[in-house]
C-alpha cells in the first residue's frame, strides 16, 4: 500500500467498536484531573477573587486580611510572577490583571489547604476599583465604534455591479447569540514540582503545548522544564482550547511559590463566569436573485462579539467569513468581518469555530427571501447548490460537489419527503391552533486549520517484545473518541487485533509541539502520524519475515496477528514470532511518526487560497410541532445523511453526529446567555450563571425519531484510510430544525409571509413569530416594511431608497455594521 488512504484486507478500521473507555465511562471508574488530587498529599486548593465591575481600575488590592483566615496559606498576585504575567498565546490577556476587564474577571487567586479555607479568604481580599464606562452589547459597540483586531473581506467579481443587475433584491440584518460550553467536567488543574525542579501539571486542556509554553513563560522557565498531561476530559467542545492555560498556569505559579501541590477546579458558576462562549453575531446583508430564484450576488458586513480580547477571535472570525457561503454558489460576493470589543468574558472557540455562524447567516437569508420569492425553501436551497467545477468566494474548487445533490436526494427518500410534506399540509389545514413544519438544510463545512502551520502532527509508537503496542499521539480525548480511532488505526497498519493495542495519556515530554485537538482535525493529524509510525515499524518486521518465508519483503502481509505472504498462505508467522526475531537482529521495534496536511495553502491578508483539505457534506430533514397559544412545540423526527468518508469508527461516528446534532439544536433553540444591561450595580453581570437560568438540551428535546444513515462510497483520498472529520459538521445539521420551526410558525399566516425568527429560537421567539404570522394574515403579498423587519422586496420601477433595513437612519446603519451604503439602499432593478 502506497496511498494514505488505502485499506489492508480485513481492517480494524471500519469495525464498530465501543468507545476505549466506555466502561470506565459508565462505572464511573474514568479519572479526570480533579481525580488525581487524592493522589498528592497536601495538596492545596486555589480559589479567585471575582471583579464586582464589567469594567474597572484597580486602585488598591488589600491581602492582608486574607492572612487571618485559618487555612490560608498564600495569596497570588502579580507581584509573584517571576516571568511574564500573561495567561495567553497572544500576550494579551494577563493572568493578574490591574483592570477588571468584565464582570468576574479573576484579579488574585487565594491558596489553602482546604477549598472552604481558600473561600472565605478570598472573601478577605479587599479590591478598591475607579469604575470605567463599560460596552456590553453588539449593538452598543457597533454604535461607539468599539472594534479590535483586523477587518478581513471576503471577496469575488463585483457584488455592487451585480447587485444592480439583479431582479429581485432583499436587505436585512440578523443578530444572535452564543452558547456555554458546558462541558461535564469544569476547569481543572492539578501541578507539583519534582525533585529536580520539574513542573508536571495534570491539566483538562484540548492543548497540552500551548499549555506547557504559558505556564514556562509565567514561571521564567523553558518549555523542557515544564511537563502537561492531560489524561482525558469530561468534554471540552472549544472551551479548553485556549482558556484552560490560565488556570494550569496558577496551579503551576502556586506549586512552585509553595513547594506543595496546587489544584484548581472552577465549580459551575465560577466556570461560567470567568470563561469565553460561542461568538454571538450581527449580520447587515442584501442578495440578489434571478428570476429563477439563483442567488446572483450577495453583500454583506458580519461582527463578531469578541468580548474584551482577541483570543481566538480573528480565527473564527476567518472561518465565518469563509463559511458563510455554506453549500451555495454566489458568483458576486463581497463580506466584510469586524471584531466587536465589548467588556463581557473573551469569547473562544467553540465546535465549528465561526462556521457555524457563517452558515446561519445565509441559512437565515434562503429562509426568509424563499416566501417572498414564491418558491419552496427546499428547492430554493437546491438550486443554488454548488456544482462540480465551481469554486468557493476565497478561490477553493469544492471537490465532490455531487456528493451534496447526491446526499440532498438520498435524504428526500429515506425522510419521505414528498408523502410527509402532504400530510403535514393537511395537518395544518386541519388544525387552526397547532401546526407543523418540515424543513430540509445542507452542509458543506472545510476541514483544516487556517493557519497552515497547525496541520501537522507527531506520534510514538512501540512494540514489545511479547507483540503488545502502546502508542502516543499529541491529540487529546474529551470524550470524541479520538484514543478509539488512533487504536483502530494502529492495528490495522500493524495487523495485529485490537486488544494488543494500548494508549498511553497525552503529554508534552512524549509527543513535543502538538497542535490543538480541534478542527476537527484530531483523527486526520494524528491518525496519519500513528500510521506513518506504524509503517515504520512495519517495514522492519517484513524485511525479517522475509528472510524467514523466503519471499521478497514487498509480499509479506501482516493481518490479525499472523504474518504471511501473498500466495503463501500455507506457511505463517505470528506477529509475536517476528518482532521477537526482529529484536535478536537488533532491529528497533519503536518509531517516532509524523504526518503533515498537504496540498493546503492561505493567505490571510487576501483571504485566498485553499486552507481546507476537504469538505464534509450532509443534510438533515427535521419536522416540528408548534402550539399557537404559547409557541412551545415538539421535535417529532429528524433524519439525517452525513458524509463521514469510510468511517474509522462507525459507532464513535454515529455517537458525533447525534451528538454535535443535538448540541447545534440547543444553539439554535434553547441555550439563551443574559447579561445584566442595566446601569445599576450588576451591570454585566452574567444572568444566566447555572444550569437552574441557562436551558440545556435534555431527552424532551431529542427528536422522538431519529434517524441517522453515514453517506456510503465515499472514500477521501489523502486521509487516513479514507475517512473525513465528523466533530464539528453535524452540528450545523441542526439548521433543519430552525427551519422547520420558521415553517411552523409561518403556517399561522399567508403563504407569502415572510417570517422572521429569533436565535435561539425558544418558545418565546417562537411565539411572536406565530403572532406576527397572524397579523399578516389578510395582508398584501411583501413589499417594503418598516425597518425592524426581516427580508423586504423592492418593488420594480419605483424608488427604493426607503426599502430594506435602517430605511430612516442609513447614516445609522453605516457607521453601526461598518458596510457600504449600498446594505443600507437600493436602487431600481
Known sequence: MTSLADRPVNPVVGLAVPHESAYLHVTGAALYTDDLVGRMPGALHAWPVQASHAHARVTALRIEQAYQVDGVVRVLTAADVPGVNDADAYHEEQLFPGEAQFFGHAMCWVLGETLEAARLGAQAVDVEYEVLPAV????????????????????????????QRAPRRFTGEFEFGGQEHFYLETQAALAHVDEGGQVFIQSSTQHPTETQEIVAHVLGLTSSQVTVQCLRMGGAFGGKEMQSHGVAAVAALGSVLTGRPVRVRLNRTQDMTMTGKRHPFHAAWEVGFDDDGRILALQATITADGGWSLNSSPAVLGRALCHIDNAYFVPDIEVRGQIAKTNKTSQTAFRGFGGPQGMLVIEDIMGRCAPALGIDPVELRRRNFYNPGQSTPYGQPVRHAERLHEIWQQLSRRANLVRRRAEVAEFNEAHAHVKRGLALTPVKFGISFNLVALNQAGALVHVYRDGSVLINHGGTEMGQGLHTKMRQVAATALGVPLRHVRLAPTRTDKVPNTSATAASSGADLNGGAVKNACNQIRSRLAEVAARKLNIDPDDVRFVDGRVTGIGFHEEALSFEEVVSAAYLQRIPLFAAGYYRTEGIHWDSSRMQGEPFKYFAYGAAASEVEVDGFTGAYRFLRTDIVHDVGDSLSPMVDLGQIEGGFVQGAG???????????????????????????????SFSEMPEEFNVHLYE?????????????????????????????????????????????????TPEAVFWAVQDARAAVGEHAPTARESDRACTAPTPAEDTDNVGIATSSDSVLASRAGSVATIAKTQDA
Not at 747 to 761: C, I, K, N, R, W
Open 136 to 163: 456590553l452589547t453588539l449593538t452598543e459597540a457597533i454604535e461607539a465604534g468599539s472594534f479590535q483586531g483586523a477587518q478581513p473581506t471576503v471577496s469575488r467579481g463585483d457584488a455592487a455591479g451585480a447587485l
Open 667 to 697: 444553539w439554535l433553540t434553547l441555550e439563551e446567555l443574559r447579561w445584566d444591561t442595566s446601569d445599576g450595580k450588576g451591570r454585566g453581570r452574567l444572568a444566566t450563571q447555572a444550569a437552574s437560568t441557562y436551558k440545556l438540551p
Open 713 to 761: 462510497r465515499a472514500t477521501e483520498s489523502g486521509v487516513v484510510y479514507g475517512s473525513k472529520a465528523v466533530g464539528e459538521p453535524p452540528l450545523m445539521l441542526a439548521f433543519s430544525v430552525r427551519e422547520a420551526l420558521r415553517e411552523a410558525a409561518a403556517a399561522f399566516g399567508p403563504a407569502d409571509h415572510v417570517t422572521e425568527l429569533a436565535s435561539p429560537a
